[in-house]
Every structure is written in structure tokens, then in C-alpha cells.
């Protein structure tokens, strides 16, 4: 079974630009949560899309926007890229049933120039 | 005061000791709890996961749970170099797929 899948692994954008990362959950997994780290901060939830719908969000501006596809399929997108936004973002995936673990896909490292 | 407490560390085991992680948590409304392991450059990976007071035990690993002090532990019996990494502590309230997660421990397993 096919783990997390996240892309692209390394960005590098400027400031004022937007990005768009993606995340394609494990077989079978309708829930999908984002999460920031930064050596600061540390692990940090944005939101959790389920059934295409937002059903949780942390405390992030408004910059800082996902979606869900009928795959479950999720992306999420940062406007208006700060120096601050500079971060490993992280995707995990779970069934929402049973111990409704989390399982974390490998990451995208933005670099904010 | 920060939801989830950790020591940053480092913290440095020998070879075959037993390694012991604190977390504390500030939400009453937690009621799951987990541990994952966290390599340097890589994304965590679930260690353990406990969901009722008591110790849980997994190969070499044991979580601890007590949720009246608000505390969650684990042990890493007979550390080896290659558990050598950052272990974060993540609790997660009742409703929702929230995980809120402490700053994590890093350590140090020495050959």
C-alpha cells in the first residue's frame, strides 16, 4: 500500500508570490490534515479537510488555504508568500475510523526568499 | 504556558540503557495520545499511540498515560544508536483530527 505522497519535495519562491502544494492521501483515507514546522514553532496544524469539506482549522492567516477533491486528493495554498512562511509543510492522512491514526507523508520544504 | 510540554533535550542514553521521554499536556479534553519519532530531515513516524491510563508496551517501547496528572511518558528499553532522533509528544481532543504537538525531545544514543 502506497504511503503519502507529497509535491514537489522543494520549492523555492519569493516574496509576494503564491504556491501551491499537494498531497495524495493513502488508499482509502478521507481525512487529510497540514501541518507547519519550523525550528521555532515547531509542529504546527493548519487544517484538516474530510469529505471535501474544511472540518478543523488552526491559527494561520488567511494566506494559507486548502482544498479537498472527490479523491481525496488535497492541496493547499499560501498567497502572498512571507520570509516567515519558510517551513517544511507537512500532510498526513488517515480512515477517520478505528484509532484514526495520522500518517505523515515526507514533506515539502518551501524556502521563502 | 505551551499545550504540550517536552523537554527539548538532548537527551543522552548509553548503548542498552533505557531511555525515559516526559510530555504534559494542559487539555482536559485530551483524549488520545500519541508518540512519534522523528528522524533529522525526515517527516515523524508513529511510535506508539495510548488511549486509556496505564502502560502500553510495543517490542522495546512503552507509552504511560495518567490522565489525572495530565502526563504521558514513554521508555525506550535497550536504546539502541538508531533510535538516536527527535520524539514528539501529540495529544488530539475527543472530536476532531486535530493533533497538537509538543516541541519534541531529541536524543542520544551512544555506541
Known amino acids: 500500500k502506497a504511503g503519502v505522497t507529497q509535491t514537489p519535495r522543494y520549492l523555492i519562491k519569493t516574496r509576494g508570490q503564491q504556491v501551491t502544494l499537494s498531497c495524495s492521501p493513502i488508499?482509502?483515507?478521507?481525512?487529510v490534515s497540514w501541518y507547519q514546522q519550523t525550528p521555532g514553532q515547531g509542529l504546527q496544524f493548519l487544517f484538516e479537510?474530510?469529505?471535501?469539506?474544511?472540518?478543523n482549522k488552526g491559527n494561520f492567516p488567511g494566506r494559507f488555504s486548502g482544498r479537498q477533491f472527490s479523491n481525496s486528493r488535497s492541496e493547499m495554498n499560501v498567497s502572498t508568500l512571507e520570509l516567515g512562511d519558510s517551513a517544511l509543510y507537512l500532510c498526513?492522512?488517515?480512515?477517520?475510523?478505528?484509532?484514526?491514526?495520522?500518517?505523515f507523508g515526507a514533506g515539502t520544504r518551501l524556502s521563502v526568499l | 504556558q505551551k499545550e504540550v510540554e517536552q523537554n527539548s533535550g538532548p537527551l543522552s542514553v548509553p548503548e542498552g540503557a533505557i531511555a525515559s521521554l516526559n510530555c504534559t499536556y494542559s487539555d482536559r479534553g485530551s483524549q488520545s495520545f500519541f508518540w512519534y519519532r522523528q528522524y533529522s530531515g525526515k517527516s515523524p513516524e508513529l511510535i506508539m499511540s495510548?488511549?486509556?491510563?496505564g502502560d502500553k508496551e510495543d517490542g522495546r517501547f512503552t507509552a504511560q498515560l495518567n490522565k489525572a496528572s495530565q502526563y504521558v511518558s514513554l521508555l525506550i528499553r535497550d536504546s539502541q544508536p538508531s533510535d538516536s532522533a527527535t520524539y514528539l509528544c501529540?495529544?488530539?481532543?475527543?472530536?476532531?483530527?486535530?493533533?497538537?504537538f509538543g516541541g519534541g525531545t531529541r536524543v542520544l544514543v551512544k555506541p
Open positions: 488508499s482509502g483515507h478521507r481525512s
Open positions: 498526513a492522512s488517515s480512515s477517520a475510523g478505528g484509532e484514526n491514526i495520522q500518517y
Open positions: 495510548i488511549y486509556s491510563n
Open positions: 501529540a495529544v488530539r481532543r475527543a472530536a476532531g483530527n486535530k493533533l497538537t
Open positions: 479537510y474530510f469529505s471535501e469539506t474544511q472540518r
